[in-house]
């Protein structure tokens, strides 16, 4: 007898298993909330140069507003007006002829600047002036953010396997997608793997309806947080993994979880009937003492393969994820209905993924999705900078295939690692994911250099990872691996569908290959 098979007996998608899920929701909320939040917290609005310095309390001062933005700042060549310089005296005669500026002397913003406070009653760049060339240390902010993300996710991937800790950032996502899998049956994975996500793309949408209502930055912050208070809370019911307390030799405990779920599934007698001494031979361990870490992920050949690919894959996945996310004022729309159409446009995005899974698999799946983020971004390269609805149209599509590609990797790679090294793995891949979402926000000012460059940067990045994907085993249908020996030798896991429960599995030999 298998896992799988006592999953089956406990009905590996019932009560118990909903109610788990529900309780992840609470807390997952609040994934989207903060991942974006830089969107709106560190918007640049439209400003120019504050004019005061040129006041000469003469004619300057009978001059109505516009005018004095005439005489006083010059035009770009979209006729709007300069965001970082100003003249070094009023031009007067600009008032009759503003069309040769050319030989006109400017300097930077002498007394800071103005801004339009329209849309935001504040935000960071407002605050403290992170304009024009301080335009980069605006940048700079979703870069440490998640830089810390990145550091938080090894940490929780290691502390999550031997404490129930969970309520940074990278733990919540970390330790919500291992219970569901580890939870539910194979039948049920891909659904459940699929549309957990569905709050994620849900809370995208939403978001840009609460920076619309609520538009200072600090109080924001405070809106999108408050979600975690609950979550503290609700996360003290949700059960251990028994599945990993077994393969780590703690058999009473994990009889107790399963008991819960026997109990709330309606599937007493079985657990009744199934003895300890028993159950602590349905996942065999050459050592229940052995410690793992993430030096195993390199130990053994296959193991390393894997970590690797799996590590670029997670690289690419996030890094043009975010590419497309954190550039949501460059599509020419207002960023609140860009906002809002990206997180509307991954729905469609959960379903495509739910039939593509189970027609074509996980690996083409994974390689498809990114090798077409990677083409619709080379497309927006191609599209002039005011056609802004279709720059939108097509950016929205790179992100419901960016989103795709994200939805697909959690699954798979949670599928891919053994159960004892399963956070770890995790732990590791989003690691991989948060630096390459670190370096966004620093890629997108590449364009200094070139306009084009971060775009041809972010579909490099998404034809790479997707062929690395490429050659990452399958895993539609097989048991969960439950140790490194499971993965290292050449043996497969089976289907174990309803009607063989408790039959044990039939082992056929694996092609050659990780």
């Not at 709007?80 to 005669?93: A, D, K, V």
């Not at 930077?108 to 935000?123: E, H, I, L, M, R």
């Not at 390689?367 to 149209?393: E, K």
Request: glycine residues 6%.
């Amino acid at each position: 007898m298998k896992f799988e098979n006592v999953l089956a007996e406990l009905n590996g998608f019932g009560r118990f298993q909903l109610k788990t899920i529900l309780l992840m929701i609470i807390p997952r909320v609040t994934l989207p909330f903060h991942f974006l939040l830089n969107n709106f917290i560190a918007v640049i609005p439209s400003h120019h140069c504050n004019i005061s310095s040129l006041d000469d309390g003469g004619i300057f001062r009978n001059l109505s507003l516009a005018e004095r933005l005439v005489v006083s700042i010059p035009v770009q060549e979209d006729g709007t007006l300069n965001s970082c310089e100003m003249f070094t005296e009023p031009q007067y005669h600009l008032l009759l002829n503003s069309s040769n500026m050319t030989e006109l002397s400017t300097v930077p913003c002498q007394s800071g600047w103005v801004y339009d406070n329209t849309n935001f009653k504040s935000a960071l760049a407002t605050e403290w002036d992170l304009v024009c060339d301080k335009r980069r240390v605006n940048r700079a902010t979703a870069t440490i953010f998640f830089m810390g993300v990145m550091l938080g996710a090894p940490v929780f991937g290691y502390l999550s396997d031997r404490f129930f800790t969970g309520f940074g950032i990278s733990g919540i996502s970390i330790i919500t997608i291992v219970l569901c899998i580890e939870w539910v049956d194979i039948k049920h994975r891909t659904a459940v793997g699929v549309f957990m996500s569905m709050d994620w793309s849900v809370c995208t949408a939403v978001l840009p309806i609460l920076g619309y209502f609520v538009n200072d930055w600090r109080h924001l912050t405070i809106t999108v947080t408050a979600p975690l208070f609950l979550a503290m809370i609700t996360w003290w019911w949700l059960p251990e993994s028994a599945r990993w307390q077994i393969s780590n030799g703690k058999i009473n405990s994990a009889h107790y979880y399963l008991s819960k779920c026997a109990k709330t599934n309606g599937r007493e007698q079985f657990m009744a009937d199934l003895k300890p001494e028993v159950l602590s031979k349905v996942i065999l361990v050459e050592n229940e003492n052995r410690k793992y870490s993430y030096l195993d992920l390199v130990r053994t050949p296959r193991m390393r393969r894997r970590a690797v690919l799996t590590g670029l894959v997670w690289f690419g996945v996030a890094c043009t994820y975010y590419g497309i996310s954190l550039n949501v004022a460059g599509f020419g729309l207002n960023i609140y209905l860009t906002q809002f159409i990206y997180g509307a446009i991954e729905l469609p995005a959960k379903f495509f993924v739910f039939f593509s899974l189970k027609r074509i698999g996980r690996r083409l799946n994974q390689s498809g999705t990114l090798v077409i983020t990677a083409l619709c971004i080379f497309c927006n390269i191609l599209i002039p900078q005011d056609q802004g609805l279709f720059r939108t149209a097509v950016g929205a599509l790179g992100k419901m295939f960016a989103e795709a590609s994200f939805t697909t990797v959690y699954l798979y790679t949670s599928e891919l690692y053994p159960t004892v090294m399963r956070q770890n793995g995790l732990g590791y891949c989003a690691f991989m994911a948060r630096s390459g979402v670190s370096l966004s926000p620093l890629i997108m000012l590449l364009e200094d250099i070139w306009g084009y460059l971060p775009s041809t940067v972010f579909t490099l990045v998404a034809v790479g990872a997707g062929l690395s994907a490429s050659f990452l085993p399958e895993t539609q249908n097989i048991r969960l691996p439950e140790t490194i020996e499971d993965v290292e030798h050449t043996r497969r896991r089976s289907v174990c569908t309803s009607n063989e429960k408790s039959q044990p599995p039939n082992i056929f030999l694996e092609p050659k290959g990780p």
